[in-house]
């Protein structure tokens, strides 16, 4: 028991850490943050984006495609980074709960116990 | 390591792995968890709705299982201490928690057997018998296995010592290890290539399990559509990203992947053309591209990020294409269509099939080349070396603006790791365990026979044939040595039934039951024989060459046919080539024509059965031109064909044959020496007469002389002419003898000095079978009798035809 409870507090805690920050980074990798966020001006999925080399009007069209492909892209991007952002803090938040109860779950026997022997219950 | 290793029972790790078998970790954690979390609700609701507050003293128990849990996952990896010294601390989980408080090698032995790496060198080297049969009992030499395993593992820069280095370093401390491994036909580098081996094996499974595609749900989303490419190519990107790849970074395809990214990263000419012979790994080197740019590190060029390779489907677009014209109108749409996404990178696969005639008659190369000038299409071709010589002259302008990447066949070491890459999906698909033993045959038997693709295809493609031999589901050194037995007609593994064994220690007499005396010549031929399929010949070289000289008639072609009946399967398996037939200096190129030039040229036939008699008959005649290109074969069992493709003798006999000084040889005889006296002088007799070079004549491993038959050996060769017949009339039921006198009339009026016994078996075939059938016809001939050929009767039969 004695070396279940030293592992507890000392190696088990600190991969939980490790655990807590490899799924935050996957939540971020998951929604593409890093990418979306370099990209966000680019078209969308190359919408209409091609380079025109035809007359003045078709320039001006092709340009105007483009610019409409962009504006697409940059909303829809901004809204996944949005959803990534709250999805990171979501499991970073778990995470940190976790950390602050990880001590306390083998003290529960006890407390369960001494709960028990006060007569104390909810409501 | 100068300390001693010590081996700790009562340390943390060695209790935690102990532990980890007794309660099977990886099962029960996840049902730990489940019942923590039924208990902790269980109790809450007990205090919540029955208002009884020992709920709390259940929902606290909770704690308990979750602790479990927690801690059961922790020792499901236990991995290594990083900085630990002692054996406890470096030793896999799986072999420290079998072990007893003082374990002797006996009881290492069993616990590495039960581990992953034990049961993996015991199946793959088939040492399992072996480790616990010789492992000693005593305590004490334990000591000397730790120090061994410790300095392995420093030795092969693994991780931490596996049950595989364990296995390694029990051996290694055994007594007469060499010696005993020898039996299983193994050696100490063996021992280690399967450590090896093992620990490449565990690297591929982990590297399969990790994240294969990276960049996320918005990774595509500034690139564009691609529907018609969805329709004719594959993405080979896709297919990775989804089933994952099994490949290793071999140092060479390390290069060429560096050279591609290079090629298509930087400059003009975005592309890069992959040259290499068939099975070099033109194809596995884009997979591998594909797979590196899916997961992009700090050495792929930003250019490249997250770039998806499609490799087009000519027999589609043909399909598709029915009109003259739509098909280079399909591939420009195809390309502008990869152009514009931005994300794609075209590869053409047998690309020669687009710039030929391949491809329903039409060369797009013309539609290509301003696609490849321009530069703004990615693309990658993989063709063979003399297609892209035979495009490069056809086309200049197009191969400018090409990068060329050659591809060299990969070495042993490479070819060993690529097979042991590709056998995990072979394993899975036909159901059998490769050996180690089979993967080392694969590699020497493919480099030896295989001669239409590089290494590693040849090695893996004769893996992959030998599946169909495996025994009890073991491919085996066997099984490989089976598989090329059948597909190229060779003998390759030692002689082991008794059939074969009897033939080849009984050669001489089957020999001679087809041709009189000849001792010496048989006597070499045959040992020759025997050393090679005992495996104590030299395998580079031919089974044996050797040249006999002497007068016509005395036995020298019949001895070349009597050892293709009697031990090669037949006399079809005689290659003859009358040399006097190539007396002018341009008849080499008949000699090693292409098979479908001629496929009875030498070269051609050695190709379709390598395992034969060759019958070089009146070397003295051939030109000089011929006599040369054969020296090569001669010497290193070697000869390159028209297309200068290597044609592989060393599994044939070859026998060459002249009448150079056969008058010479009668005389001398005539006058009494024996052949063992005057031979080293005829040679020198030749070479000085200039009728064959020294240089020549070195080649050969036994020069041999036939001296002319005398009148004992002639009535023999009689017997063996009537044998002959009475062979032919055993469908009659009648059979012939022929007196002492009568055979030597026979023997008489069928020798010519000139011609020796050639004419011998016309004469007695005329004579006997004329009697016989007039016998026949007659009705004095029953079935079942015996017919008497006397002398008078022959006379009368000779004078007829003489008349």
Redesign the interface.
């Given at each position: 028991m004695l070396t279940l409870a030293r592992w507890w507090y000392t190696t088990g805690w600190a991969r939980l850490f490790g655990h807590i920050g490899q799924r935050a980074s996957n939540v971020l990798a998951a929604f593409s943050v890093g990418l979306l966020a370099r990209t966000l001006f680019d078209p969308f999925r190359q919408i209409a984006a091609g380079r025109s080399s035809g007359s003045l009007n078709d320039q001006t069209r092709a340009f105007a495609d483009r610019t409409f492909s962009r504006f697409i892209g940059a909303f829809v991007r901004f809204m996944v980074i949005v959803i990534g952002l709250l999805a990171w803090l979501i499991v970073v938040l778990i995470g940190l709960v976790q950390a602050v109860l990880w001590p306390v779950v083998p003290l529960l026997p006890i407390v369960g116990l001494v709960l028990a022997m006060t007569g104390w219950v909810i409501g | 390591m100068n300390e001693q290793p010590v081996f700790n029972y009562r340390s943390?790790r060695a209790?935690?792995a102990r532990l980890r078998r007794r309660i099977a970790p990886s099962d029960i954690y996840w049902v730990l968890l489940l019942v923590g979390l039924v208990v902790a609700v269980g109790?809450?609701a007990i205090?919540?709705y029955m208002?009884?507050?020992?709920?709390?003293?259940?929902?606290?128990?909770?704690?308990?299982f979750?602790?479990f849990a927690?801690?059961g996952r922790?020792l499901r990896d236990l991995p290594p201490k990083f900085k630990g010294t002692s054996v406890d601390d470096l030793l896999d989980a799986d072999v420290l928690g079998g072990l007893p408080p003082l374990p002797t090698p006996h009881d290492l032995a069993e616990a590495i057997l039960r581990a992953r790496g034990g049961d993996f060198m015991a199946a793959r080297l088939g040492i399992g018998p072996f480790l616990t049969e010789h492992a000693s009992q005593q305590q004490a030499d334990t000591q000397a296995v730790w120090q061994e395993a410790l300095q392995l593992h420093f030795q092969l820069g693994l991780p931490s010592i596996n049950a595989a280095t364990l296995a390694a370093a029990l051996l290694r401390r055994m007594p007469n290890y060499t010696a005993e491994l020898a039996k299983v036909r193994l050696g100490d580098e063996d021992i280690l290539a399967g450590v090896r081996w093992f620990a490449h094996f565990e690297t591929l499974l982990a590297q399969h399990a990790t994240r294969k595609r990276?960049?996320?749900?918005?990774?595509?989303?500034?690139?564009?559509?691609t529907p018609l490419l969805s329709r004719f190519g594959f993405n080979l990107s896709e297919d990775i990203g989804y089933n994952g790849l099994l490949t290793s970074d071999l140092p060479s395809r390390q290069t060429i992947l560096s050279e591609m990214m290079k090629s298509l990263s930087a400059g003009a000419r975005r592309n890069a053309v992959l040259v290499g012979q068939l099975g070099s790994g033109k194809t596995t080197s884009v997979h591998t591209l594909a797979q590196k740019l899916l997961t992009p590190g700090e050495d792929v060029p930003v250019e490249l990020h997250y770039r998806q390779i499609i490799a087009l489907d000519p027999a589609r677009l043909i399909a598709e294409a029915k009109e003259r014209g739509e098909l280079e109108e399909l591939v420009q749409r195809l390309c502008s269509e990869a152009a514009?996404?931005?994300n794609i990178i075209l590869f053409l696969d047998d690309a020669q099939l687009f710039f030929e005639e391949g491809m329903g008659a039409v060369d797009l190369g013309n539609v290509l080349m301003p696609i490849l000038e321009a530069g703004g299409l990615m693309m990658i071709m993989a063709m063979d070396e003399q297609r892209w010589t035979k495009i490069s002259q056809a086309n200049p302008a197009l191969s400018q603006y090409l990068n060329r990447i050659m591809l060299p066949p990969a070495d042993k070491d490479e070819t060993m790791l690529a097979m042991q890459d590709e056998l995990i999906l072979l394993e899975y698909e036909h159901k059998v365990v490769y050996m180690y033993q089979a993967l080392e045959a694969a590699y020497r038997l493919s480099s030896r026979y295989l001669s239409d693709q590089a290494m590693p295809g040849r090695a893996v493609k004769l893996l992959e044939s030998s599946a169909g031999f495996a025994n009890e589901g073991f491919v085996t050194q066997h099984s490989v040595e089976q598989a090329i037995e059948q597909t190229q007609g060779v003998k390759v593994d030692t002689a082991s039934n008794e059939d074969e064994r009897q033939v080849l220690l009984n050669l001489e007499q089957l020999i001679h039951a087809r041709m009189i005396n000849q001792s010496r010549a048989v006597q070499v031929v045959s040992d020759a024989l025997r050393r090679a399929r005992a495996g104590v010949r030299n395998t580079e070289r031919p089974i044996g060459t050797f040249l006999f000289l002497g007068p016509t008639g005395v036995g020298k072609t019949e001895l070349a046919k009597s050892l293709a009946a009697v031990y090669f399967g037949g006399e079809d398996h005689l290659v003859r080539v009358d040399l006097n037939e190539y007396v002018g200096p341009n008849d080499v190129e008949r000699l090693i024509a292409d098979a479908s030039q001629d496929e009875h040229s030498l070269t051609a036939q050695i190709a379709h059965q390598p395992f034969s008699v060759v019958l070089l008959d009146e070397i003295e005649k051939a030109h000089p031109n011929v006599l040369n290109t054969l020296l090569q074969m001669l010497d290193e069992g070697i000869l390159r064909d028209i297309n200068n493709r290597q044609v592989n003798f060393r599994d044939a006999i070859i026998i060459a044959t002249s009448n150079a000084g056969a008058e010479l040889i009668r005389r001398r005889i005539e006058s009494g020496q024996q052949l063992e006296q005057f031979e080293q002088q005829f040679t020198d007799e030749l070479v000085n007469a200039n009728v064959f070079r020294p240089e020549f004549l070195n080649r050969f491993d036994e020069i041999v002389l036939f001296r002319p038959l005398n009148q004992d050996e002639l009535l023999q060769v009689v017997d063996l002419i009537l044998q002959g017949i009475n062979k032919g009339l055993e469908a009659q039921k009648v059979s012939v003898s022929v007196d002492l006198e009568s055979r030597k009339l026979l023997v008489a009026s069928g020798y010519d000095p000139r011609l020796g016994a050639r004419p011998m078996r016309r004469v007695v075939q005329r004579v006997v079978e004329n009697i016989v059938a007039n016998q026949m016809l007659a009705s004095q001939a029953a079935p079942g009798s015996e017919i008497k050929i006397t002398v008078d009767q022959v006379k009368q039969m000779l004078e007829r035809h003489d008349a």
């Amino acid at each position: 028991m004695l070396t279940l409870a030293r592992w507890w507090y000392t190696t088990g805690w600190a991969r939980l850490f490790g655990h807590i920050g490899q799924r935050a980074s996957n939540v971020l990798a998951a929604f593409s943050v890093g990418l979306l966020a370099r990209t966000l001006f680019d078209p969308f999925r190359q919408i209409a984006a091609g380079r025109s080399s035809g007359s003045l009007n078709d320039q001006t069209r092709a340009f105007a495609d483009r610019t409409f492909s962009r504006f697409i892209g940059a909303f829809v991007r901004f809204m996944v980074i949005v959803i990534g952002l709250l999805a990171w803090l979501i499991v970073v938040l778990i995470g940190l709960v976790q950390a602050v109860l990880w001590p306390v779950v083998p003290l529960l026997p006890i407390v369960g116990l001494v709960l028990a022997m006060t007569g104390w219950v909810i409501g | 390591m100068n300390e001693q290793p010590v081996f700790n029972y009562r340390s943390q790790r060695a209790r935690q792995a102990r532990l980890r078998r007794r309660i099977a970790p990886s099962d029960i954690y996840w049902v730990l968890l489940l019942v923590g979390l039924v208990v902790a609700v269980g109790g809450v609701a007990i205090v919540w709705y029955m208002r009884q507050p020992w709920g709390w003293a259940l929902a606290g128990l909770s704690g308990l299982f979750w602790v479990f849990a927690a801690y059961g996952r922790f020792l499901r990896d236990l991995p290594p201490k990083f900085k630990g010294t002692s054996v406890d601390d470096l030793l896999d989980a799986d072999v420290l928690g079998g072990l007893p408080p003082l374990p002797t090698p006996h009881d290492l032995a069993e616990a590495i057997l039960r581990a992953r790496g034990g049961d993996f060198m015991a199946a793959r080297l088939g040492i399992g018998p072996f480790l616990t049969e010789h492992a000693s009992q005593q305590q004490a030499d334990t000591q000397a296995v730790w120090q061994e395993a410790l300095q392995l593992h420093f030795q092969l820069g693994l991780p931490s010592i596996n049950a595989a280095t364990l296995a390694a370093a029990l051996l290694r401390r055994m007594p007469n290890y060499t010696a005993e491994l020898a039996k299983v036909r193994l050696g100490d580098e063996d021992i280690l290539a399967g450590v090896r081996w093992f620990a490449h094996f565990e690297t591929l499974l982990a590297q399969h399990a990790t994240r294969k595609r990276d960049g996320g749900i918005g990774r595509d989303w500034s690139f564009g559509y691609t529907p018609l490419l969805s329709r004719f190519g594959f993405n080979l990107s896709e297919d990775i990203g989804y089933n994952g790849l099994l490949t290793s970074d071999l140092p060479s395809r390390q290069t060429i992947l560096s050279e591609m990214m290079k090629s298509l990263s930087a400059g003009a000419r975005r592309n890069a053309v992959l040259v290499g012979q068939l099975g070099s790994g033109k194809t596995t080197s884009v997979h591998t591209l594909a797979q590196k740019l899916l997961t992009p590190g700090e050495d792929v060029p930003v250019e490249l990020h997250y770039r998806q390779i499609i490799a087009l489907d000519p027999a589609r677009l043909i399909a598709e294409a029915k009109e003259r014209g739509e098909l280079e109108e399909l591939v420009q749409r195809l390309c502008s269509e990869a152009a514009a996404a931005k994300n794609i990178i075209l590869f053409l696969d047998d690309a020669q099939l687009f710039f030929e005639e391949g491809m329903g008659a039409v060369d797009l190369g013309n539609v290509l080349m301003p696609i490849l000038e321009a530069g703004g299409l990615m693309m990658i071709m993989a063709m063979d070396e003399q297609r892209w010589t035979k495009i490069s002259q056809a086309n200049p302008a197009l191969s400018q603006y090409l990068n060329r990447i050659m591809l060299p066949p990969a070495d042993k070491d490479e070819t060993m790791l690529a097979m042991q890459d590709e056998l995990i999906l072979l394993e899975y698909e036909h159901k059998v365990v490769y050996m180690y033993q089979a993967l080392e045959a694969a590699y020497r038997l493919s480099s030896r026979y295989l001669s239409d693709q590089a290494m590693p295809g040849r090695a893996v493609k004769l893996l992959e044939s030998s599946a169909g031999f495996a025994n009890e589901g073991f491919v085996t050194q066997h099984s490989v040595e089976q598989a090329i037995e059948q597909t190229q007609g060779v003998k390759v593994d030692t002689a082991s039934n008794e059939d074969e064994r009897q033939v080849l220690l009984n050669l001489e007499q089957l020999i001679h039951a087809r041709m009189i005396n000849q001792s010496r010549a048989v006597q070499v031929v045959s040992d020759a024989l025997r050393r090679a399929r005992a495996g104590v010949r030299n395998t580079e070289r031919p089974i044996g060459t050797f040249l006999f000289l002497g007068p016509t008639g005395v036995g020298k072609t019949e001895l070349a046919k009597s050892l293709a009946a009697v031990y090669f399967g037949g006399e079809d398996h005689l290659v003859r080539v009358d040399l006097n037939e190539y007396v002018g200096p341009n008849d080499v190129e008949r000699l090693i024509a292409d098979a479908s030039q001629d496929e009875h040229s030498l070269t051609a036939q050695i190709a379709h059965q390598p395992f034969s008699v060759v019958l070089l008959d009146e070397i003295e005649k051939a030109h000089p031109n011929v006599l040369n290109t054969l020296l090569q074969m001669l010497d290193e069992g070697i000869l390159r064909d028209i297309n200068n493709r290597q044609v592989n003798f060393r599994d044939a006999i070859i026998i060459a044959t002249s009448n150079a000084g056969a008058e010479l040889i009668r005389r001398r005889i005539e006058s009494g020496q024996q052949l063992e006296q005057f031979e080293q002088q005829f040679t020198d007799e030749l070479v000085n007469a200039n009728v064959f070079r020294p240089e020549f004549l070195n080649r050969f491993d036994e020069i041999v002389l036939f001296r002319p038959l005398n009148q004992d050996e002639l009535l023999q060769v009689v017997d063996l002419i009537l044998q002959g017949i009475n062979k032919g009339l055993e469908a009659q039921k009648v059979s012939v003898s022929v007196d002492l006198e009568s055979r030597k009339l026979l023997v008489a009026s069928g020798y010519d000095p000139r011609l020796g016994a050639r004419p011998m078996r016309r004469v007695v075939q005329r004579v006997v079978e004329n009697i016989v059938a007039n016998q026949m016809l007659a009705s004095q001939a029953a079935p079942g009798s015996e017919i008497k050929i006397t002398v008078d009767q022959v006379k009368q039969m000779l004078e007829r035809h003489d008349a």
